[in-house]
């Protein structure tokens, strides 16, 4: 069990950045594949970003690719996404994501942060 509390969403104009952090409880959160979802209004849920325990890969869909940057901290248990260069179409609420296993099935989540983008 692994508890997940993101911040850093907010409203910004189309073109800009902002960067969300998800912290993580206890003291095995380096054991973990962790991730970023997202899910607009009217539509399913949707992987952003991921990266394995470790830092050395991650895996981006293909809309953020080249804007997004996921990163961790695991001596702070914390991962980030940086978000550049948003579009309107990445106004979604956020969701951190860990795994045990594999980033696309996440086993926790958290309690997501709304990302707004005006156009």
């Known amino acids: 069990q692994v508890n997940l509390a993101e911040s850093g969403g907010g409203l910004v104009q189309a073109g800009g950045s902002l960067r969300l952090s998800c912290r993580a409880s206890g003291r095995t959160f380096n054991r973990y594949r962790m991730g970023w979802f997202r899910q607009a209004s009217g539509k399913e849920r949707e992987f952003v970003a991921g990266?394995?325990?470790?830092?050395?890969?991650?895996d981006y869909a293909d809309s953020v690719k080249g804007r997004f940057t996921i990163s961790r901290d695991n001596a702070q248990n914390t991962v980030y996404l940086q978000m550049n260069s948003l579009k309107p179409e990445d106004t979604a609420i956020y969701y951190c994501?860990?795994?045990?296993?594999?980033?696309?099935?996440?086993?926790?989540w958290g309690q997501g942060t709304q990302v707004t983008v005006s156009s």
């Open positions: 990266i394995t325990s470790g830092g050395g890969h991650t």
């Open positions: 994501a860990a795994a045990d296993v594999d980033v696309t099935t996440p086993n926790y």
